[in-house]
């Protein structure tokens, strides 16, 4: 079956379907969208998180702890 062919089922099934499925069908497919964030993110940012996530894993870095405790009074203001 085509994509063409399943997009017109699919509309179809959701024109016969009751509410319930109808907002499970939306919730699918709005977290398939939300998923989709990394794909639209610069090839640079994308390139930084997965420096920052590799130091992470070898030890490097500062405990989430460790910054909250020194910058606190930032938080303050």
């Known amino acids: 079956m085509s994509?063409?062919?399943?997009?017109?089922?699919?509309?179809?099934?959701i024109d016969e379907a009751d509410d319930h499925v109808?907002?499970?069908?939306?919730?699918?497919?709005?977290?398939?969208?939300?998923?989709?964030?990394w794909d639209d993110?610069?090839?640079?940012?994308?390139k930084s998180i997965l420096k920052a996530e590799k130091e992470l894993k070898e030890g490097n870095g500062i405990?989430?702890?460790v910054v909250m405790k020194?910058?606190?009074?930032?938080?303050?203001?």
């Open 3 to 13: 994509n063409a062919e399943m997009r017109k089922k699919v509309k179809k099934y």
């Open 22 to 37: 109808v907002k499970m069908v939306y919730s699918m497919l709005e977290a398939d969208r939300e998923d989709d964030w």
């Open 41 to 46: 993110l610069p090839l640079s940012v994308k």
């Open 63 to 65: 405990a989430h702890e």
């Open 70 to 77: 020194k910058y606190s009074k930032w938080l303050t203001k």
